[in-house]
């Protein structure tokens, strides 16, 4: 099990990494790290929770 839901959650609402990225103001490549189990800034996963289109309550769905 990765770090975090992102993959599901994006592919479930139809973004693609590319769309995610420039929604969230953050590279492809975080995101495809990010994906990957990668860590992350607390800010970047603020922008990313935000870019999915959900509240910052919603953070744990994607981030565990």
Do not use: Q, Y
């Not at 490549?29 to 800034?41: F, Q, S, V």
Request: contains cysteine; hydrophobic residues 40%.
């Amino acid at each position: 099990m990765s770090e975090n839901s992102l993959k599901e959650i994006r592919e479930s609402l139809m973004i693609s990494k590319a769309e995610l990225s420039r929604n969230a103001n953050i590279s492809a490549l975080t995101i495809t790290r990010i994906e990957g189990g990668k860590p992350c800034r607390m800010e970047t996963k603020r922008k990313i929770v935000l870019a999915l289109g959900l509240e910052l309550s919603d953070r744990n769905k994607v981030f565990h």
